[in-house]
């Protein structure tokens, strides 16, 4: 970061006090910034404390003509190695993804000629609102990176989702990876996860993913759709922060995550006992595609045809339910058990259902109706159900959704005030 030029644009939101531990942070690494403010991010944080932080005149003003003939809008984005857009307001995105250019950030920003990072931070409606999520994708879809928003506890009371500003350390790690900062080292983008907030440290996570394939004879099973996609990221983002990971995996195509051991099984009945195994554990996160029977007696040789004669009759058989099994442990219950429900149908009335009969802490619902693409594809949508109520998350891919289900688990671990190096203590001393 030494000697390199940040652009900070900073648009009008409460986590706009942020900024002055960011750039402390910066010019301690060397850096040299320069911080363009919206009107609305002056009614937050004063320019004076900008200005006393960079060194620097803070820049607020398109037609300040002293400017314009110093520096200007458009020098202001040339002269700098990268730009940062922190904390991004739902209003700036959507005035970028449009490309206004009424006031300097704007301008700055349409004037540019680099692509921007950009750290949304707002109430979680505003950032799951429709126009904000197709904001978001326009951005993306042009070469703008985001880094954010965590979920967590809003400055509002009682408030809590996806909508946080990414921590000071996360911020500028990634800054550091833009072009510009990093020669040759291109950002990380959204097929990997982007939590590097931990919160996780200390916990062992169980994760479960991919399908079951369930025996008819040697050659032939029952099997479904699932890919593995959520539950591999899901096990990748709790990784990233900081948990140590067991992912007890179906047959997938897709490759392991890195860091995270990984065990395999093909039947719901081994997945059961590989489970098991991996017990004890802090969280558990069964998003596999359970089969819910497998067949009563499998054939030991392949079944043949028999001319004229009808086709086998497969019995069935139900398998163990490893969420309910799990969830209701006496002894060695995780602390917190979710549990995804895959509908095609009445998908928030049948989570419910789920969340009831399982004895689970939470339900990620998501609907893999045909046409939805969900089962195998790149993307979900999701509803998190829990005792007391639900938040529906807009599309997104299944990497954003394995990190925003983390910084949910992160932020409810906060809650219930547990702290995992004094957890991971206490469970030795308990000989657990
Ligand atoms: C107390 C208060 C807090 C606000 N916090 C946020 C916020 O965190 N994120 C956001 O997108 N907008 C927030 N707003 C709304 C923006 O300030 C408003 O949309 C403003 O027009 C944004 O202008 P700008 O994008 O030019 O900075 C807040 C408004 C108020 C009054």
């Given at each position: ?5 940040i652009?900070l644009i900073?648009?009008g ?6 900024c002055l531990e960011?750039?402390?942070r ?5 850096a ?6 919206t ?5 937050f944080?004063?320019?004076l404390?900008?200005?006393a932080?960079?060194n620097?005149?803070v820049f ?7 400017d314009?003939r110093?520096i200007?809008?458009?020098r ?5 190695d990268?730009?940062?857009?922190a904390?991004?307001?739902a209003d700036?995105i ?7 250019a009424?006031?300097l ?6 004037a540019s000629?680099k692509?921007?990072l950009?750290?949304p931070a707002?109430?979680?409606r505003?950032w ?5 999520q197709?904001n ?7 070469g703008?990176?985001f880094i954010?928003?965590e979920?967590g506890?809003?400055?509002e009371?009682?408030?809590a989702g ?5 921590e ?10 833009m072009?510009g ?6 950002p ?8 590097k907030?931990g919160?996780?440290e200390?916990l062992?996570?169980l994760v ?14 029952i099997?479904n759709?699932?890919?593995g ?5 899901i096990?990748?983002?709790a990784?990233a ?8 995996s179906?047959?997938?195509n897709?490759p ?5 051991e990984?065990?395999?099984?093909e039947?719901?009945e081994?997945?059961l ?25 499998q054939g030991a ?6 001319k ?9 058989v139900?398998?163990p339910?490893?969420l309910k099994t799990?969830?209701t442990r006496?002894k ?7 549990g995804f429900a ?11 259902a789920?969340?009831a009969s ?8 998501n609907?893999?109706?045909a ?5 195998g594809g ?5 509803h ?6 639900q ?6 891919s299944?990497?954003q ?6 910084g ?6 906060a809650?219930?005030k ?5 957890k991971e203590r206490?469970?030795?001393?308990r000989?657990?």
């Open positions: 970061m030494k000697n390199k030029r652009l900073m648009s939101g409460i986590a706009a006090y942020k960011l750039i402390r910066l010019r301690d690494k060397g040299h910034v320069r911080v363009v403010m009107r609305a991010a002056q009614q944080v004063t320019p404390s900008v200005s932080l960079t620097e005149k607020t003003d398109l037609f300040d003509l002293n314009e110093e200007g809008h458009i202001l984005s040339r002269e700098a990268a730009i940062l857009v904390p991004a307001t700036l959507a005035k970028m993804a449009n490309g206004h009424d006031d950030a704007s301008s700055v920003l349409l000629d692509p921007p950009v750290a707002m109430n979680p505003m799951m609102n429709k126009a904000t197709r978001v994708s326009q951005l993306e879809a042009d703008v990176r954010g928003p979920v506890e809003m400055a009371a009682n408030e996806p909508g946080r500003l990414v000071v350390p996360a911020l500028i790690e990634a800054l550091s990876k072009p900062i990093a020669a040759g080292s291109e990380s983008d959204r097929s990997h996860s982007m939590l907030h919160g996780l200390g062992h996570v479960t993913s991919g399908p079951t394939h369930e025996p008819i004879d040697p050659v032939r099973y099997a759709r699932s890919s996609k959520q539950g591999h990221a096990a990748a983002a990784q922060a900081g948990a140590r990971v067991t992912l007890v179906g047959p997938v897709i392991d995550p890195e860091g995270v990984v065990v395999r099984v039947t719901a081994a997945m006992a590989a489970v098991e195994k991996a017990l004890p554990a802090d969280v558990g996160i069964f998003c596999a595609a359970v089969a819910d029977w497998h067949v009563a007696s040789q392949k079944i043949k045809k028999q004229g004669a009808a086709p086998p009759k497969l019995e069935l139900p398998n339910d490893i799990i969830a006496k060695g219950r995780p602390d917190l058990v979710v895959a509908e095609t149908e009445k998908v928030l009335e049948h989570a419910r789920k969340l399982k004895g689970c802490d939470w339900i990620v619902a609907d893999v109706s046409g939805t693409g969900v089962m790149d993307r979900n949508k999701v998190v159900v829990r005792d007391g109520g938040v529906s998350w807009p599309d997104m299944k990497v959704v394995a990190d925003a289900l983390v949910a688990i992160v932020a409810e671990l809650k219930k547990i702290a995992p190096a004094e206490g469970k030795k001393a000989g657990k």
